[in-house]
């Protein structure tokens, strides 16, 4: 497990065995590390930070990569554009970025070759959230409540998410998404108490209670070996684990 202490702007690395490195690397002071800890982790144990600020910040729009050892390129590819705060990687390799300031996803290869504008959502969208399933096809959940599929070639369509999503969910608030291997997208719905998960299945089904939560979720993310979802609640200092194979998943929380 990889995290980002905000504070110092250094990595923590955690083992499957539980000992943690909380100086596991660090990032240049220079940069103005996202809060929201967007990173990826690769194949190799690669990690890629991405790294946000605004001119009056003095930082800059790059992604740093670090190794499995821990040794830093602070500048691994530059953005150059406004803004990003959403990171994925796809199974060749490829990364994107959510762009939330100008409503585009950004596409770099494993090279560090950027395409800043790959793909561009409507404006007003501001792409937050993304996510990567293994046929080609990026996910972004907007600040306008929507939910956008994009297509190996970089055109992107609206999801319907459902009634739930536009009652639920506060304005100008994205809501946090994932996959599991059979392609099927959950989305985590912000309503205090009654928050929840939203599945839409691979086939468009959706099922608008999956998932009842006692708090807003802040991120999600699938564990495909153990068919669970993990849900944290900034609000609450708690994760959440749901049993994907159990038909009332409702109640696993």
Known sequence: IYMLNDF??????????????????????????????????????????????ESGDGGSDVISKITSAGDVTSKWADMAVPHPMGITRDNSGNLFVANTKNNTVSKITSAGSVTAAWSSLPVGAHPLYIVADHLGNVFTSNRNNTVSKINSSGTATA???GPAYT??????????????????????????TSSKIVKIAAGGTTTADFANLASDPEWIA??????????????????????????????NT
């Open 167 to 192: 009652t639920y969910t506060s304005g100008n608030q994205a809501s946090p998404i994932a996959l599991d291997q059979n392609g099927n997208l959950y989305v985590g719905i912000r309503n205090g």
């Open 222 to 251: 699938v564990d495909v070996t153990r068919n669970s979802l993990y849900v944290a609640r900034k609000a609450a200092k708690r994760i959440s684990k749901v049993d994907l194979t159990n038909s009332n998943a409702g109640t």
């Open 8 to 53: 110092n702007k250094k990595i923590i690395r955690v083992t499957s065995a539980g000992v943690l490195n909380s100086s596991f690397a660090s990032l240049p002071i220079d940069n103005y590390t996202s809060t929201r800890g967007a990173m990826v982790v690769d194949g190799s144990n690669s990690v890629f930070v991405l790294n946000t600020g």
């Open 159 to 161: 999801i319907a998410v």
